[in-house]
């Protein structure tokens, strides 16, 4: 007879509960992977946005000066 696993009296095995322990490990460094990932974007967005704005003012102060 299999356990009833969501009966109040029954204590995981030390297997289930690795199992849900490697589950929610994976999980994380996944979601910690996405995150990063998103971070690296965002910031070569805004170092590109920086570069952008950096060559338009030389430009522009060279037109200035002659």
């Not at 029954?10 to 979601?31: G, N």
Request: charged content about 40%.
């Amino acid at each position: 007879m299999p356990r009833d696993l969501m009966a109040p009296e029954t204590e995981p095995t030390d297997d289930e509960l690795q199992t849900v322990m490697v589950a929610a490990r994976d999980a994380a460094m996944e979601r910690k992977k996405q995150a990063d990932a998103w971070t690296a974007a965002r910031l070569a967005e805004a170092a590109a946005a920086i570069r952008i704005d950096r060559e338009r003012r030389c430009v522009q102060e060279r037109s200035a000066r002659g």
